[in-house]
């Protein structure tokens, strides 16, 4: 009797969190533990089929002489992925919206689903506009919105007497109205919380009444997280938008941590680490996200990319990048490239 009420009591749970693929493709296969192997059907896209990659992340076309980066697909280690079919996702998907919101990691991933769209139906028409902080990439046709919001913190920064206040208490000043009603929300922030000195954009940061000149990054990223994850308990409508959240990029400056001691960045790296395991392991930050994302009440989908993409110590544009010849940028990826992969892993998801 008692095990005959603990099952329907199990059954009743999982009746009320499942019924969303999202959950039901991720209990089957875990896609982000994996390997890189070489396909010759690689790249997605190329400049050629992509006009409309930003400078900052064409390294082809800012003269990247070797192309072997462009020939890895991510073979997950217990099932395959499914190949990317745009057309299938603007049909399935037509009417409704996809937004990034994030850094400039949330760019690059936002280029890469326009590119792996458009280069798979190259003929369907789209405009492509900017207005603020809002860029949107519509497949007219089809109606799909494919949208990106710049917005490093996801809290507010506000302009006040004493100066630039980062608030870790509030969001778009308690109304949210761009996200609200998306279909698809994939949020991202981490690499600007350590930004000090003239590139810091504030002056202040706020929790409740205390106004610091300073405090622990980590602690400050976790505050900001938990008031995104209030913000989505309280805004979001899971029969209508699906959550998710883009995952730490991860940045590769010291060789060390991939048996290289010598090297002191990512430039000359043609080939990603061999296996599935980084040796530098995770960035702690990693282990802060986990933690944070499982308080929030409501179904928020991690991509948990930051493991793969530590692979891919070859995959960024180094001095092909934005500062071209006299800029390093281990930070950011080469498209085609890396966020490829995490587009195709969120396709799949969605599917
Ligand atoms: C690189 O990583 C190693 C291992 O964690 C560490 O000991 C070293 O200080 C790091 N080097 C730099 C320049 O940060």
Known sequence: MLFRSVLILL????????????????????????????????PLYTAASCPFVEHEFSCVKNGRPDLGYTKYRWQPLDCDLTRFDGKLFLEKFRGKSILFVGDSLSRNQWQSLTCMLHST??????????????STFTFTEYEVKVMLERNVFLVDVVKEEI?????LDTINGGSAKLWEGIDFLIFNTWHWWNRRGPSQPWDYIQIGKEVLKDMDRMVAFEK?????????DLNIDPR???????????SHYNGTLW??????????????VAGSIYPGGLPPVVAVLKATLSKIKKSIHLLDVTELSLLRKDGHPSNFG????IGLDCSHWCLAGVPDTWNLIFYNLII
């Open 11 to 42: 059954l009743l749970i999982f009746s009320v969190s499942g019924g969303s693929t999202v959950a039901d493709a991720a209990e089957e296969c875990n896609f982000f533990a994996g390997s890189w192997v070489v396909d010759e059907s690689y």
């Open 240 to 250: 209508k938008s699906k959550v998710f959240f883009q995952g730490i990029s991860p």
């Open 322 to 325: 934005l500062g071209g010849r």
């Open 121 to 134: 139906v190259p003929n369907t028409p789209y405009t492509l506009t900017r207005v603020g902080d809002v």
């Open 163 to 167: 100066g630039r206040v980062l608030k």
């Open 259 to 272: 048996g290289e001691p010598r090297a002191k960045s990512c430039a000359g790296q043609r080939e990603p």
């Open 224 to 232: 900001a997280l938990t008031t995104w994850g209030r913000w989505v």
